[in-house]
């Protein structure tokens, strides 16, 4: 059973710094994207990163390039969200999801096959 973890969520003022992580589980393919989403009531779901478990590629959001940092652990199976220079509209509920048999990177959510359950991120001084 394919598990995602998020971890890292929390308060922080504007211009401070977060690590999220995804911690993937359950499953044994070795092809795979991991991307970070994130959500504002009221609002749809919108791409922040992604990367390529196999070819390391990597994705950002105009909003987020030159702040966040995306890496992955592949012995780990997880993967990090760096996030620098905080912002208050960066609040949101910050979901990771798992898309498998995709070697490039893509932020298109049909090809996510799992989701995990979200954390938290609230930028406010």
């Known amino acids: 059973q394919v598990q995602l973890v998020e971890s890292g969520g929390g308060l922080v003022q504007p211009g401070g710094s977060l690590r999220l992580s995804c911690a993937a589980s359950?499953?044994?393919?070795?092809?795979?994207?991991i991307g970070w989403f994130r959500q504002v009531p009221g609002k749809e779901r919108e791409e922040v990163s992604g990367?390529?478990?196999?070819?390391?590629?990597?994705y950002y959001a105009d909003s987020v390039k030159g702040r966040f940092t995306i890496s992955r652990d592949n012995t780990k199976s997880t993967v990090y969200l760096q996030m620098n220079s905080l912002k208050p509209e960066d609040t949101a509920v910050y979901y990771c999801?798992?898309?498998?048999?995709?070697?490039?990177?893509?932020?298109?959510?049909?090809?996510?096959?799992?989701w995990g359950q979200g954390t938290q991120v609230t930028v406010s001084s």
């Open positions: 999801g798992i898309g498998f048999g995709t070697v490039e990177v893509t932020m298109s959510e049909i090809a996510y096959d799992f």
């Open positions: 359950g499953f044994s393919l070795s092809d795979y994207v």
């Open positions: 990367i390529s478990s196999s070819t390391g590629s990597t």
